[in-house]
């Protein structure tokens, strides 16, 4: 998609600083750096959310996901990593090109995800599971 700012630099029409490629993805350091050492891991061709992705997609991203985090952690021996990734706007997608976040993390860096538990009862865990499993492909 020539509008897409990933796939502008999938076709290197605009620059990114790459640290890993292969036949589905590239990584690249993420602009913004929310602690040094971010990365992004994109699939190459365009596929907008977690949705659309394809099985081979799937297992190459997570692949490159763990390859480049062992190589961050070695990097920069952050105290921890965080795994972002996020699906339409509601989740706080900016870039519609599927994309995975991999942040060295820091005790008190500001980054922030709040986790509003609800804890419900055991009965609504199987009522909410077999609404998916009834629909797992
Ligand atoms: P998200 O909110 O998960 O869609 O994140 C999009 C990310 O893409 C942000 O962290 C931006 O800093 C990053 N980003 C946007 N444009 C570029 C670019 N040209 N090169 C590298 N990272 C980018
Ligand atoms: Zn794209």
């Known amino acids: ?7 502008r630099i999938m076709a290197k029409e605009i620059p990114a ?10 990584a690249f350091m993420d602009i913004g750096q929310v602690n040094p050492g971010h990365v992004l891991v994109a699939v190459k061709k365009h ?15 997570f692949r490159s996901v763990a390859r480049v985090a062992r ?3 070695g990097a920069f021996e952050p105290q921890g990593l965080s795994v972002y990734q996020a699906n339409g706007a509601a989740a706080g997608q ?12 820091y005790e008190g860096d500001g980054m922030a995800l ?8 055991r009965e609504k865990l ?12």
């Open 17 to 26: 600083t790459v640290v890993h490629e292969d036949e589905h993805t590239l």
């Open 47 to 61: 596929v907008e959310n977690i949705f659309a992705l394809e099985d081979a997609q799937a297992a190459a991203v």
């Open 126 to 137: 199987a009522e909410y599971a077999e609404k998916i499993k009834a629909r797992l492909q």
């Open 71 to 73: 190589a961050i952690r």
């Open 94 to 105: 900016t870039v519609l090109h599927l994309h995975v976040h991999l942040v060295p993390r």
């Open 1 to 7: 998609m020539s509008n897409c700012v990933f796939c």
């Open 114 to 121: 709040t986790w509003p538990v609800k804890n419900p009862p």
